[in-house]
C-alpha cells in the first residue's frame, strides 16, 4: 500500500509558475509509473502529465510546452512543474500511483491508478 500527499498548490497570476510536489510512502516507489490529475468545477478528471518507471514522460496536449514533470526516487516524490499559468489551469490537482510495476508508456486512464493523493487547490486569477 501506498500514501501520497500533495503539496504546493495556491493562488497565482496568469504567467506566473508553481512547483508542486508528491511525498509517496510505503510500498516501492521507483518500479511504479506516477501520474498527475485535476479536476475543476464541474468537469471530468483529466489527465496532465505523466512520469514512467524509467523517467520517460507523457504530457497532455493543453499542458505541453508549459508543465514538465519529474520524480526523485531516493527520496520518493514527484515534482510537476507548472509554468505560463492560465485561468483555465484552475483546478484541484492530484497524483496517483499506477496500480501495475513497469508499465511503460504512461497511461492517461485513470483507471490504470489504484492510489491517489487528497488534491491540492491550483487557482489562476486573470
Known amino acids: 500500500q501506498v500514501q501520497l500527499v500533495e503539496s504546493g498548490g495556491g493562488l497565482v497570476q496568469t504567467g506566473d509558475s508553481l512547483r508542486l510536489s508528491c511525498a509517496a510512502s510505503g510500498r ?73 510495476p513497469f508499465r511503460s508508456p504512461v497511461s492517461t486512464d485513470t483507471a490504470s491508478y489504484d492510489t491517489w493523493g487528497q488534491g491540492t487547490q491550483v487557482t489562476v486569477s486573470s
Not at 502529465?49 to 527520496?75: E, L, P
Open 28 to 100: 516501492t516507489f521507483s518500479t511504479f509509473a506516477m501520474g498527475w490529475f485535476r479536476q475543476a468545477p464541474g468537469k471530468e478528471r483529466e489527465f496532465v502529465a505523466g512520469i514512467n518507471w524509467g523517467g520517460g514522460t507523457y504530457h497532455a496536449d493543453s499542458v505541453k510546452g508549459r508543465f514538465t514533470i519529474s520524480r526523485d526516487n531516493a527520496k520518493k516524490t514527484l515534482y510537476p512543474q507548472l509554468n505560463s499559468l492560465k485561468p483555465e489551469d484552475t483546478a484541484v490537482y492530484s497524483c496517483a500511483a499506477d496500480s501495475r
